[in-house]
Nanobody
Framework: EVRLVESGGALVQPGGSLKLSCITSGFAFSDYDMGWVRQVAGKGLEWVSV?????????YYSPSAKGRFAISRDNAKNTLYLQMNGLKTEDTAVYYC??????????????????????WGQGTQVTVAS
């Protein structure tokens, strides 16, 4: 059974930091490109960041995440991470980790869409408020 379990979401003040984790099982984690996607209540999905499975673990960030967030992975622990610094109220959302089918979107659009992702976790809530 494929499982992706996110954790680390919390209530944090603007300017604060959080580190999200996504523990996976049931598939060959090291073979998969992985990403974080978020959803603001009542709005659509927004990709946040992607890390490749190889090639030096290339990373990609949405404009809103670039410079503040850092994606990483530990293949020995089958775990994906998202370090979030300088959090803003607009970062409030449910954060999901997900696998990607491939990296073709890099060439065609420059950003992934929902259909580029395969397995999803259940999400973890991040709330940024004072």
């Amino acid at each position: 059974e494929v499982r992706l379990v996110e954790s680390g979401g919390a209530l944090v003040q603007p300017g604060g930091s959080l580190k999200l984790s996504c523990i996976t099982s049931g598939f060959a984690f090291s073979d998969y490109d992985m990403g974080w996607v978020r959803q603001v209540a009542g709005k659509g999905l927004e990709w946040v960041s992607v890390i490749t499975s190889g090639g030096g673990y290339s990373t990609y960030y949405s404009p809103s995440a670039k410079g503040r967030f850092a994606i990483s992975r530990d293949n020995a622990k089958n775990t994906l991470y998202l370090q979030m610094n300088g959090l803003k109220t607009e970062d409030t959302a449910v954060y999901y980790c997900a696998t990607l089918f491939n990296m073709d979107w890099v060439r065609w659009r420059g950003y992934p869409e929902k259909d580029d992702f395969g397995y999803w976790g259940q999400g973890t809530q991040v709330t940024v408020a004072s």
